[in-house]
């Protein structure tokens, strides 16, 4: 379906874009399919939207935007969630390295005059607060991170955890699940020459690793979950994938 041809006949989709993980080409997708049935949070104070997911004609889709679970606790109807994991460590490295890019970040200052190495050694209230975990804790909704309960909630109220190492996968079971249209997708806000994950110091992998322990466990979760359900696809529907892997078009 084309944009804002979407009709409101399946449940409020709330997508969850989890920093670094392919949301800017997220939400060129969800705007191709919804249009002017796509809602964005765009401001942390998420306040209005308690009133306008109260009203049973609000009209809207699917939410997309930087939020935590929880969003959906005002709705009066049915929804679902869905979001996309990265590999944890490669996350925290992009997140990083688009950190020391942007003079506006309150991080910049830090990322700017220390190496790598000093900077993830910053203390706690700095680095953790921000860092730490942060995957799950948007699947959560809470920072307060466990991994047995990140899989119950995903298995409860995330019908589709998409794998941004396997995009094209997961566009297509979004696709498969929510019965979107021909879509055509396109990369964006890549991070420009950014130093591999193999040319840092074992020490730094190893600081990375212990910020995000949790995430680790639930990624590997989300990312079996998703490759079985691949697996599961007939023989011509994984073919649709491969094509779509070679055009960027999704019919």
């Known amino acids: 379906?084309?944009?804002?041809?979407?009709?409101?006949?399946?449940?409020?989709?709330?997508?969850?874009?989890?920093?670094?993980?392919?949301?800017?080409?997220?939400?060129?997708?969800?705007?191709?399919?919804?249009?002017?049935?796509?809602?964005?949070?765009?401001?942390?104070?998420?306040?209005?939207?308690?009133?306008?997911?109260?009203?049973?004609?609000?009209?809207?889709?699917?939410?997309?935007?930087?939020?935590?679970?929880?969003?959906?606790?005002?709705?009066?109807?049915?929804?679902?969630?869905?979001?996309?994991?990265?590999?944890?460590?490669?996350?925290?490295?992009s997140y990083y390295y688009y950190i020391a890019r942007q003079p506006s970040h309150w991080l910049y200052g830090h990322a700017l005059s220390l190496s790598i190495e000093d900077f993830f050694d910053l203390p706690e209230e700095v680095v953790g607060m921000f860092f730490r975990d942060y995957q799950t804790a948007s699947i959560l909704g809470s920072s307060s991170v466990s991994v047995k309960k990140a899989k119950q909630q995903i298995n409860s109220f995330y019908p589709i955890v998409g794998i941004t190492e396997m995009f094209h996968e997961s566009v297509y079971m979004l696709k498969k699940r929510y019965g979107w249209g021909p879509l055509q997708v396109y990369s964006v806000n890549v991070t420009p020459n950014r130093p591999t994950r193999e040319g840092l110091a074992p020490k730094v992998i190893k600081q990375i690793e212990a910020l995000v322990s949790h995430d680790i466990q639930v990624y590997a979760f989300a990312k079996k979950r998703l490759l079985k359900s691949i697996r599961s696809l007939p023989p011509h529907e994984k073919e649709l994938i491969q094509q779509f892997k070679l055009t960027g078009a999704l019919t």
């Open 1 to 93: 379906m084309g944009s804002g041809s979407h009709k409101s006949i399946q449940p409020t989709l709330f997508y969850i874009h989890i920093p670094k993980t392919a949301g800017s080409s997220m939400y060129q997708i969800l705007h191709q399919v919804y249009g002017c049935q796509l809602g964005v949070v765009a401001d942390p104070d998420t306040t209005i939207w308690d009133t306008i997911l109260a009203q049973p004609d609000h009209g809207l889709a699917c939410i997309f935007g930087h939020y935590w679970f929880g969003l959906h606790h005002s709705s009066v109807l049915p929804f679902e969630y869905a979001t996309m994991m990265r590999d944890p460590v490669e996350a925290i490295l």
